[in-house]
Protein backbone atom coordinates (compact mmCIF):
# COMPACT_ATOMS: atom_id res chain seq x y z
CA UNK A 1 0.00 0.00 0.00
CA UNK A 2 1.39 3.79 -1.03
CA UNK A 3 1.91 6.31 1.22
CA UNK A 4 -0.90 8.00 -0.04
CA UNK A 5 -3.68 5.71 0.18
CA UNK A 6 -2.42 4.55 3.41
CA UNK A 7 -3.14 8.08 4.47
CA UNK A 8 -6.19 8.56 2.43
CA UNK A 9 -7.57 5.03 4.71
CA UNK A 10 -6.66 6.70 7.69
CA UNK A 11 -8.99 9.53 7.47
CA UNK A 12 -11.88 7.82 6.26
CA UNK A 13 -11.35 5.52 9.68
CA UNK A 14 -10.89 8.59 11.61
CA UNK A 15 -13.86 10.46 9.89
CA UNK A 16 -15.81 6.90 10.21
CA UNK A 17 -15.12 7.23 13.83
CA UNK A 18 -15.84 11.34 14.25
CA UNK A 19 -19.41 10.71 12.68
CA UNK A 20 -20.37 8.13 14.80
CA UNK A 21 -19.80 10.32 18.06
CA UNK A 22 -22.56 11.71 19.83
CA UNK A 23 -21.04 14.93 21.51
CA UNK A 24 -22.16 16.74 24.58
CA UNK A 25 -24.18 19.48 23.55
CA UNK A 26 -21.38 22.16 24.59
CA UNK A 27 -18.92 20.60 22.15
CA UNK A 28 -21.18 20.89 19.06
CA UNK A 29 -21.77 24.16 19.84
CA UNK A 30 -18.12 25.05 20.92
CA UNK A 31 -17.65 23.54 17.05
CA UNK A 32 -20.40 25.33 15.39
CA UNK A 33 -19.22 28.83 16.62
CA UNK A 34 -15.50 28.12 15.73
CA UNK A 35 -16.67 27.18 12.42
CA UNK A 36 -18.73 30.42 12.31
CA UNK A 37 -15.44 32.28 13.67
CA UNK A 38 -13.32 30.91 10.94
CA UNK A 39 -15.92 31.85 8.28
CA UNK A 40 -14.73 35.79 8.81
CA UNK A 41 -16.01 37.18 11.75
CA UNK A 42 -13.08 36.51 13.76
CA UNK A 43 -11.01 38.70 11.33
CA UNK A 44 -13.09 41.18 11.19
CA UNK A 45 -13.26 41.92 15.35
CA UNK A 46 -9.48 40.82 14.96
CA UNK A 47 -9.05 43.83 12.93
CA UNK A 48 -10.91 45.84 15.12
CA UNK A 49 -8.84 44.82 17.66
CA UNK A 50 -5.44 45.18 16.82
CA UNK A 51 -6.38 48.59 14.72
CA UNK A 52 -7.12 50.31 18.40
CA UNK A 53 -3.61 49.20 19.88
CA UNK A 54 -2.06 51.78 18.48
CA UNK A 55 1.37 51.55 15.82
CA UNK A 56 2.63 47.94 16.77
CA UNK A 57 -0.89 46.59 16.43
CA UNK A 58 -0.96 48.65 12.88
CA UNK A 59 1.79 46.51 11.93
CA UNK A 60 0.74 43.28 13.28
CA UNK A 61 -2.55 44.49 11.23
CA UNK A 62 -0.80 44.50 8.27
CA UNK A 63 1.37 41.81 8.37
CA UNK A 64 -1.67 39.53 9.37
CA UNK A 65 -3.45 40.57 6.53
CA UNK A 66 -0.07 39.78 4.36
CA UNK A 67 -0.11 36.18 5.64
CA UNK A 68 -3.96 35.96 5.09
CA UNK A 69 -3.18 37.24 1.21
CA UNK A 70 -0.47 34.54 0.76
CA UNK A 71 -2.61 31.90 2.68
CA UNK A 72 -5.52 32.26 0.38
CA UNK A 73 -3.48 32.62 -2.78
CA UNK A 74 -2.21 29.37 -1.78
CA UNK A 75 -5.56 27.85 -0.91
CA UNK A 76 -7.10 28.84 -4.21
CA UNK A 77 -3.92 27.33 -5.73
CA UNK A 78 -4.18 24.07 -4.01
CA UNK A 79 -7.77 23.28 -4.11
CA UNK A 80 -7.48 24.27 -7.71
CA UNK A 81 -5.07 21.78 -8.37
CA UNK A 82 -6.01 18.63 -6.11
CA UNK A 83 -9.95 19.28 -6.43
CA UNK A 84 -10.49 16.34 -3.19
CA UNK A 85 -13.92 15.97 -2.45
CA UNK A 86 -14.81 16.88 0.54
CA UNK A 87 -15.96 14.14 2.97
CA UNK A 88 -19.59 15.45 3.96
CA UNK A 89 -20.24 15.09 0.12
CA UNK A 90 -19.02 11.28 0.40
CA UNK A 91 -19.79 10.25 4.11
CA UNK A 92 -23.04 10.34 6.64
CA UNK A 93 -23.44 13.37 7.76
CA UNK A 94 -23.45 14.61 11.05
CA UNK A 95 -26.73 15.48 12.76
CA UNK A 96 -25.98 19.01 12.95
CA UNK A 97 -24.71 19.57 9.64
CA UNK A 98 -23.37 22.82 8.08
CA UNK A 99 -22.29 23.35 4.73
CA UNK A 100 -19.57 24.97 2.57
CA UNK A 101 -19.45 28.60 1.88
CA UNK A 102 -21.20 28.26 -1.00
CA UNK A 103 -20.20 31.38 -2.59
CA UNK A 104 -16.88 30.61 -2.71
CA UNK A 105 -16.05 28.80 -5.98
CA UNK A 106 -12.65 26.76 -4.72
CA UNK A 107 -14.81 26.20 -1.13
CA UNK A 108 -16.36 22.99 -3.04
CA UNK A 109 -12.57 21.34 -2.44
CA UNK A 110 -11.48 20.04 0.27
CA UNK A 111 -7.43 19.90 0.33
CA UNK A 112 -6.22 21.61 2.20
CA UNK A 113 -8.68 23.34 4.67
CA UNK A 114 -8.81 27.51 4.75
CA UNK A 115 -10.35 27.91 7.43
CA UNK A 116 -7.14 25.96 9.17
CA UNK A 117 -4.88 27.96 6.97
CA UNK A 118 -6.33 31.18 8.11
CA UNK A 119 -6.69 30.61 11.72
CA UNK A 120 -2.88 29.49 11.89
CA UNK A 121 -1.40 32.07 9.15
CA UNK A 122 -2.88 35.01 10.68
CA UNK A 123 -2.81 33.12 14.46
CA UNK A 124 1.19 32.80 14.08
CA UNK A 125 2.11 36.65 13.18
CA UNK A 126 -0.64 37.31 16.78
CA UNK A 127 1.37 35.00 18.60
CA UNK A 128 4.82 35.78 17.78
CA UNK A 129 3.97 39.75 17.83
CA UNK A 130 2.13 39.49 21.45
CA UNK A 131 3.52 36.26 23.11
CA UNK A 132 1.36 36.70 25.91
CA UNK A 133 -1.59 35.93 23.81
CA UNK A 134 -0.22 33.13 21.81
CA UNK A 135 -2.05 30.24 23.86
CA UNK A 136 -5.61 31.60 23.67
CA UNK A 137 -4.57 32.46 20.14
CA UNK A 138 -3.53 29.50 19.01
CA UNK A 139 -6.47 27.70 20.62
CA UNK A 140 -8.86 29.25 19.09
CA UNK A 141 -7.24 28.63 15.97
CA UNK A 142 -6.80 24.78 16.95
CA UNK A 143 -10.64 25.46 17.99
CA UNK A 144 -11.38 26.16 14.10
CA UNK A 145 -9.29 23.99 12.66
CA UNK A 146 -10.59 20.93 15.33
CA UNK A 147 -14.41 21.98 13.91
CA UNK A 148 -13.70 21.20 10.42
CA UNK A 149 -13.36 17.83 11.15
CA UNK A 150 -15.81 17.24 13.78
CA UNK A 151 -18.57 18.93 11.96
CA UNK A 152 -17.50 16.66 8.92
CA UNK A 153 -16.54 19.12 6.19
CA UNK A 154 -12.73 17.93 6.05
CA UNK A 155 -10.34 15.08 6.81
CA UNK A 156 -7.62 15.37 9.49
CA UNK A 157 -5.21 15.71 6.82
CA UNK A 158 -6.67 18.32 5.20
CA UNK A 159 -6.16 20.55 8.66
CA UNK A 160 -3.19 19.27 9.09
CA UNK A 161 -1.92 20.54 5.94
CA UNK A 162 -3.98 23.70 6.30
CA UNK A 163 -2.27 24.22 10.02
CA UNK A 164 0.99 23.39 8.66
CA UNK A 165 1.12 25.88 6.19
CA UNK A 166 -0.16 28.80 7.93
CA UNK A 167 2.28 28.04 10.76
CA UNK A 168 4.62 28.23 7.77
CA UNK A 169 3.05 31.35 6.17
CA UNK A 170 2.87 32.73 9.65
CA UNK A 171 6.47 32.74 10.44
CA UNK A 172 7.78 33.60 7.03
CA UNK A 173 5.65 36.74 7.00
CA UNK A 174 6.54 37.58 10.57
CA UNK A 175 10.30 37.01 10.12
CA UNK A 176 10.46 39.31 7.27
CA UNK A 177 7.57 42.17 8.10
CA UNK A 178 8.05 41.95 11.85
CA UNK A 179 11.66 41.13 13.00
Not at 47 to 56: I, N, T
Not at 68 to 74: H, K, P, R, T
Not at 89 to 98: G, H, L, M, Q
Not at 127 to 150: C, D, H, N, Q
Request: aromatic share 8%.
Amino acid sequence: MSVVAYLLASDDRLLDRVLGWQPPGWVRVWMLAATRLGDGWLWLVTAAVLAACGSRGLEVLAAGTVAAVIANALLVCVKGRVRRARPCETARPRSFEIGPLAWIPCDRFSFPSGHALNSFAIGSVIALAFPPLAFPVLAVAASVAASRVVLGLHWLSDVLAGALGGILIGIAVFLVLLR
